[in-house]
């Protein structure tokens, strides 16, 4: 299973970024898993950003994000997506997203429920 992350670039503060992460390979199935992102800034521990359960019905952001980012995936692509809108300085990490088995017990805010990780992508926010 691949998790390929895209999208990351260097803003400046305000400005608005979309992050796509598409699955491929194995055997699973998009649809069983609950997908999330995180970040890590620089000299820090990966942090959630943002999950959608498996039909994208229900969204869960932390506190910082919450108004100014959305989460969304399209199940027929495969794709999970983060619409990140007034960004700020402090928004500025790399990116991750992650594959949660939907089955698996566990809160979607820790990282360690996670399964599958893809390769970060970096937001930079300038002042």
């Known amino acids: 299973v691949q998790l390929q992350a895209s999208g990351g670039g260097s803003v400046q503060a305000g400005g608005s970024l979309r992050l796509s992460c598409a699955a491929s390979?194995?055997?699973?199935?998009?649809?069983?898993?609950?997908m999330g992102w995180f970040l890590q800034a620089p000299g820090k521990e990966r942090e959630f950003v943002a999950a959608i359960s498996p039909s994208g019905a229900n969204t869960y952001y932390r506190d910082s994000a919450k108004g100014r980012f959305t989460i969304s995936r399209d199940n027929a692509k495969s794709t999970v997506y983060l619409q990140m809108n007034s960004l700020e300085p402090e928004d500025t990490a790399v990116y991750y997203c992650a594959a949660k088995p939907h089955v698996k017990s566990g809160s979607r805010y820790s990282i360690k429920e996670y399964n599958f990780w893809g390769q970060g992508t970096l937001v930079t926010v300038s002042s």
């Open positions: 390979g194995g055997a699973w199935t998009f649809v069983e898993y609950l």
